[in-house]
């Protein structure tokens, strides 16, 4: 089992940045790789952003790639989510969630932290 808590998220102006955290915690060892994804209402689940834990490579869905940075902190069990150049369509519920084998089915997630931008 991997619990996961997402934490950092907000209101904030368009233009502005936002950094969210996700602490893991359990068997994180056997951990592939940790991904953010978010939900708007009314709207189906969007990747943002992936991280391959051993190694670093990072992969980025098309609406936030070079607004959004993801990384990671072995030592603490936690992946960052920075986000800039905030826009009001990037309003949603964003959750975490890890992959733990590499086959890009994430089996354990993240409560969600809502990120409001205003225009």
């Known amino acids: 089992q991997v619990q996961l808590v997402e934490s950092g998220g907000g209101l904030v102006q368009a233009g502005g940045s936002l950094r969210l955290s996700c602490a893991a915690s359990g068997r994180t060892f056997t951990t592939f790789a940790m991904g953010w994804f978010r939900q708007a209402p009314g709207k189906e689940r969007e990747f943002v952003a992936r991280?391959?834990?051993?190694?670093?490579?990072?992969y980025y869905g098309d609406s936030v790639k070079g607004r959004f940075i993801i990384s990671k902190d072995n030592a603490k069990n936690t992946v960052y989510l920075q986000m800039n150049s905030l826009k009001p369509e990037d309003t949603a519920v964003y959750y975490c969630a890890a992959d733990e084998n590499g086959s890009y089915v994430y089996a354990y997630w993240g409560q969600g932290t809502q990120v409001t931008v205003s225009s």
């Open positions: 991280i391959i834990w051993n190694g670093g490579r990072t």
